[in-house]
């Protein structure tokens, strides 16, 4: 066997501090980020209007895409580049008012006239034209929110029956930890943040729980053996004892996103994007994030009581 | 316990028999014995939109206006009824939700007891000096609203079957929204599509009373002051009660006619049309040709056979489509002559068909997918969920050695039961759906190195090899439980509040997290009993 515990003991309570001052620096880079792009690249299930995903032959810049479909007289809202540079997937969403629904079908043949023109949209595929009324997206943004905070709310609950208080919070703050850690990255991306990312962020809250948890179950039973050593020194161990878990679960989920990454296309790979982000921040905040805090909470309360 | 448990390897074998007798239409297709589908579910697993190309329509129905709808059938059976009994009514009014029958007499009114009664479980009534009214009660409007949308997804059902595409699916979501999914349908079948579904296709038949060249005009024959905006803006209410209606001509009506006065009622409805089809005029321009029969002949015989000389409006969706004059009394047939293409003429015969819309829908939401997309998504699927396979595989037998493929063996068979359930239930596979049976495998692993961390830690103080991994899956039983339990807590989650692709994630997550658990803790335990479980002190290779 090829052990990665190997005696190690590594001491990670005393390195909680550092952690969550790195943490709060990612996030304020992330929320400086939100505030120069003057908030998020809403994707065109929230926003509502029309929204075009086009596979070019040629090769070509975001920009000069901008500019041909301004010729064309249809501005884009937004002009984004999908996948990888290789993949010359561009997704271009438009205004309700530049493109209702009743204008499809005229957008479309001007499309097609380009397409069969002789400018860098030749031989250009139209993958798909989606519309969204706006009804649509007020109704999405505001189940969205739902969604999440519900998971929430369900966690802590489950967490609260099978384990104590504290350990439901610190996982929650963990949590919030992990979101706000992915949406900074895809804030500084400039992102456009879509049904797809919700999902991605979704997927992350249950991994980070996962995580949290089975770290969380080694040191109920190890509080279950001794009263010896003291709760820092517990902790601590029973993070060591399941290291080599940890690392090892995430590598091989971060395994099977890079193969998603690489080659499941334009659209997945900005998810297996978003969640190779969420499971580094869940991975670091089960072990620096929500320990800390347990820790934090027994020491207050002893301190108080 | 060291045998494997009989018990457990039977439910196993059985589980799995199943999944390869789910999985079958999946891989077979059409090429499955015609009694399969008696025994054993036929579905297979569906292909989403974004794996095959085709539309999605998401139709808001605007129940409002089934009062309206409602009040004219009552209006009608009014009517019909008074008939019977010899009563003549001097007016029938709606106003909102709200009929009111006006009487000659007192007596007569006397006669309409039995008639207003057999609405009481619908409307409240109330009696006026010549007159009574009915009004809707709201459990009523509800249940009307209801109806309206079945009927709806009903006739929508109709058009898209007729259509002629291969599975369309129409579903009704929630109290107000009707999807319509049509796979494998075309660029050019789109709008055609649309302006079926659209078309709410209400045909009446209606006596021409009179024509103008414009609105201004025709409103002033009948005592419409057309300079005073009051009075126009009420026009429609003071020609209802002299008994007209007005329209605009078609696109293609005479100069002289581009607005018509016609009877308020119509003689005869679309819903009396027994059959419409495509048709050709007298000069071989395309054209839709319908039939009456039965009592649907009765009232249109009746209607033209009063009004020989008069002219008769075909008026589609308020506008008055054509006017012929009535020569003779006709019983069985007509046509509607318009300048048609032939995909116009034959989409709007389709849609006489499948009767009437009774409320108008309005589109929400529309995707519609070109195919080369679908076949690009579905072979970048395929390729990250082999290539994600293959790594995962590797690894396990790299880092845990024998218990390594005991683990693999255990994902080929997660697979197996979550591609079978998956297949059982019908389940459409969207593109993220394959991602979710990829991150599946990922997190399955996760189990199994729960589990076995814990045989090299037992190992580590000195169990042997049968104790070790006995105490490793006891101890770690609840860990796995309770991790699986809140990452499919999230995925229930997931599946609630997303739409189409996400809710295909959802759904292989969710199967598959379910699946995993039974693999990492029953399955991957009998088999490394049935290895182990003979020998008394082999050494675990771990």
Redesign the interface.
Known sequence: ???IYLDLKIDFVSKMKVAALISLALILIGIASLLIHHGPNWGVEFVGGTEV?L?FQKSIETDVVRKIMEGARYPAESVQQLGLPQDKEYLLRFSPDVVG?DK??LF?SGLNKLIAGNGLFRGA?????????P??GKELIR??F??II??WI??ML??MI?FEFSFALGAVIAIIHDILITLGAIFFLDKEFT??V??AL??V???S???T??IF??IR?NLGKTQKIGFRELVSESLN??L??TI??Y??????????F????A??HD??FT?MVGITAGTYSSIFMASAFVIYWRDKRASSA | MRRASKGWISVIVVVTFLCLIFLMPTFLGDSLPSWWGKVFPKKGLRLGLDLKGGVYLLLGVESGNAVDHELSGIRESIVAQAKEKGILLRSVTADGKSLTVTLFSKSDLKKTKELRASYADIASISEGNLSFTLTLNDAFIKQSMRKAIDQVKEVITNRIDEFGVLEPIVQRLGSDRILIQVPGASVSDRQRIINIINRTAVLEFKIVRDTAPDKATLLAKHNIDTTDPAQMALAKKTLAQQNLALYPGGDDSRANEKFFLTDLHAGVTGKYISDAKLSFDSYGRPAVGFNFKGEGASKFGKLTGENIGKRLAIVLDGVVKSAPTINDRITASGIITRRFTLDEAKDLALVLRSGALPVPVKVLEERSVGPSLGRDSIAQGRLSLIAGGVLVLLFMVFYYRVQGVIANAALALNMLFLMGFLSAFGVTLTLPGIAGLVLTLGMAVDGNVIIFERIKEELRIGKTSNAAIDAGYGRSLWTVLDANITTLLTALILFWFGTGPIKGFAVTLSVGIVSTVFSNVVVAKVISDFIYGSRKTASVSI
């Not at chain 1, 690489?262 to 296309?265: H, I, K, V, Y």
């Open positions: 066997m090829y052990p995903q596979k629904f499809i079908e479309r595929t139209v993958q798909r034209i989606d519309f969204i009324g009804q649509i189940k969205a739902f969604a519900l998971g369900g966690i489950y967490l099978r049904l797809v919700v999902a979704l997927t809250i249950g991994y729980v996962n995580d948890i089975v179950d080694r039973e004892q399941t080599s878990r090892l679960t590598f091989t989920v971060l395994l099977v996103l890079i193969a998603l690489l080659l499941g296309g659209v997945i998810f297996a969640l």
